[in-house]
């Protein structure tokens, strides 16, 4: 298990992998992040708790500038990311997953995997079909076939289960060698094997991958995570181990007070 | 068990066939055979008026099909962005109005003429690649309009009203370019390189990243691509195959105006995609022999006045039944053909 390396990489002044200060972001009158400030160590594990439109998504948004922040400063690899491109983010090795599948319907499978390499080579704009021994096709190969869905590689997505869906989202996410990556609920919506599936893909990303996963499941969070962020309102209110944030007595009354009504 | 169970709108193939790419290899054949024997059979007047005008705005149909079937964008311009080529082609060729005709050579007016084409398509795409669905056939409608009004109302490069004319073809190695087997032959050469293109480009890295785009823009962007640039190459590339008929055009018709690229032109190049649909390259060549045929016939049989009513009501019906032009029509033909014998379920 990776169980062996988070401590030692925790406590260990490691170089930071995501800056966050001060980061705002309002929607008209809607604040819907307030100052967020957040550090997270190059190959960390960080899960993101929260209540429903606590701004977990919007943080992610924020962080890929998808839609970028109204105030603040956000620090990729030591670099100031905060008025770059969403592309020009990827490209330096953010990758990310959407709560909602953002899919290609009319590609294959394959294909969306493919783009998914190319993307982030200096090869996007080639006018050459890719060769059966292109690099970017045999990456996709493999990566089909650590999400599982090898098999359905030359389907078109539109006829996708959900699961399969969320599977190619992942699959979409671990392209072309990433630094870090966000993952915005992935197991929203997937049965108890997808969801083991889906735990032992996480856990077995190479060391230096760093993640932050959103996670409505307690359970599965607190699998994957070596440390745990909770947010509300817009506001980060609390941060610690898993341990910790199991034992918490705030956490448990409103979390746990939340889910069980 | 029922065969007939989730099975999605009539014709739609089955998806578990590769995507839309490459239909056979002996359809092409027989096509090709086909197209390259009719000079045998047929007239001067076939040649020309069907054959060869067919192919050109078959060209200008497929550079619309590039963009509106892979990328999304229903463009307007594609006509202004032959019109660029083709003024090209007689300012800095030669022409009999006595205005401009440089008389440069043709190996040199042609690529300059599809250079300034491509890069005029590309401004246009960059103009209207903030906009989406009905905006961008609006803004393109609006720069459509424009240049043909612009053209009309400016005498020291367009020749105002006008325009250009007695701009010839062309001869090569003593061989009239413009003469009826010569311009099929040229017009199918280049329709079939672009065609072919088309076809292969759509699985290019390129084309597969501009389908995707079409799917999802923000999810591209979140791969790294940098959506704008991909478009805008697009209605570059685009630009080279509107240019290219934008030359063919102007040799057919030995003139050009700001009728040319004018805004029922710019409509019948839409009309023309629509109807034969745009899945597939072969499309616009299937729905331009369609509108042509109507043009040069109708009128023996409804009468000048009556031939854009015959077109109106073929577009309506077709459309009507298929949204997906004519191209949707054979699919569902076919579909249903192999239906069929695959009922087990039915048949007891
Ligand atoms: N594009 C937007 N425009 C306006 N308001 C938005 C937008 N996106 C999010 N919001 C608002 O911002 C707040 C935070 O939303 P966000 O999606 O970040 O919540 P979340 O923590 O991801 O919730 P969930 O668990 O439901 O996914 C919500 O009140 C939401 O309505
Ligand atoms: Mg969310």
Redesign the pocket.
């Given at each position: 298990m990776t169980d062996a390396h988070p401590a030692s990489r925790l406590s260990a002044e490691g170089a930071t992998a995501l800056d966050l200060r001060g980061v705002t972001k309002r929607?008209?009158a809607?604040q819907?992040l307030v100052g967020v400030d957040m550090r997270v160590r190059v190959g960390e594990r960080r899960a993101v708790l929260?209540?429903?439109?606590?701004?977990?998504?919007?943080?992610f948004?924020a962080i890929t500038g998808d839609?970028p922040c109204t105030s603040g400063r956000i620090r990729f690899f030591g670099d100031d990311i905060t008025l770059l491109p969403a592309e020009e983010r990827i490209r330096r090795g953010l990758r990310r997953t959407y709560?909602i599948s953002q899919l290609f319907d009319g590609l294959s499978v394959r294909d969306s995997v493919f783009l998914a390499c190319r993307g982030v080579s200096r090869r996007r704009l080639s006018l050459l079909r890719p060769r059966t021994d292109d690099s970017g096709m045999e990456q996709a190969l493999r990566i089909l076939q650590v999400v599982g869905l090898d098999d359905l590689r030359d389907q078109l997505v539109s006829v996708l289960s959900h699961g399969q869906k969320r599977q190619l989202e992942i699959a979409l996410a671990l392209a072309g060698a990433p630094r870090f990556i966000l993952f915005?609920?992935p197991a929203a919506g997937l049965s108890p094997t997808e969801r083991r599936d889906l735990v032992a893909i996480l856990n077995a990303l190479p060391a230096h991958v760093g993640y932050i996963i959103?996670e409505?499941d307690l359970d599965v969070a607190l699998r994957v995570s070596e440390y745990v962020t909770m947010?509300h309102n817009?506001k980060i209110f609390k941060e610690g181990t898993p341990a910790e944030i199991e034992d918490d007595a705030e956490v448990q009354a409103i979390y746990l007070g939340h889910g069980h009504g | 068990m029922s065969a007939a169970s989730p099975r999605p709108a009539a014709g739609r193939s089955l998806p578990a066939a590769a995507p839309p790419g490459d239909p056979s290899v002996g359809a092409h054949l027989g096509l090709a055979a086909a197209l390259l024997l009719l000079p045998a059979v047929a007239s001067g007047f076939i040649l020309v008026q069907i054959g060869a005008q067919s192919l050109i705005l078959g060209l200008l149909a497929l550079s619309l099909m590039v963009l509106a079937g892979y990328g999304g964008m229903i463009s307007l311009a594609q006509i202004t962005v032959a019109g660029i080529a083709g003024y090209t082609v007689a300012i800095l060729g030669e022409n009999s109005v006595a205005v401009h005709g440089f008389g440069w050579p043709w190996w040199l007016t042609v690529p300059v003429a599809i250079t300034f084409a491509a890069l005029g398509a590309a401004l246009i795409g960059w103009i209207s690649v903030r906009t989406q669905g009905i905006y961008t056939i609006m803004i393109t409608l609006a720069i459509a309009t424009a240049m043909s009004l612009f053209a009309q109302q400016n005498y020291t490069l367009f020749n105002g009203f006008e325009g250009f004319a007695g701009i010839p073809a062309p001869t090569l190695f003593g061989q009239r370019l413009r003469a009826p087997m010569a311009f099929y032959y040229l017009c199918l050469g280049v329709a079939a390189l672009c065609y072919v293109a088309v076809l292969y480009g759509a699985r290019s890295t390129f084309g597969l990243g501009l389908q995707a785009t079409r799917d999802n823009q923000r999810r591209m962007r979140a791969l790294g691509f940098d959506t704008t640039a991909h478009k805008v190459f697009a209605w570059f590339l685009a630009g080279i195959i509107a240019g290219l008929a934008g030359v063919l055009l102007v040799w057919f018709q030995g003139r050009i105006s700001p009728g040319t690229i004018g805004v029922a032109a710019a409509i019948n190049i839409l009309v023309i995609a629509v109807v034969g649909g745009l899945r597939h390259p072969i499309g616009p060549f299937l729905g331009a022999v369609v509108v042509v045929l109507i043009q040069t016939f109708a009128t023996d049989v409804v009468g000048a006045a009556r031939h854009n009513t015959l077109i109106g009501i073929t577009f309506l019906v077709i459309v009507y039944f298929s949204p997906d032009g004519l191209l949707g029509l054979w699919s569902r033909f076919q579909g249903q053909f192999r239906q069929n014998p695959l009922r087990p379920g039915d048949g007891a």
């Open positions: 929607f008209g809607l819907a929260g209540s429903n439109g606590a701004g977990k998504t919007t943080l948004n839609f709560q915005d609920e959103i409505h947010m817009g | -």
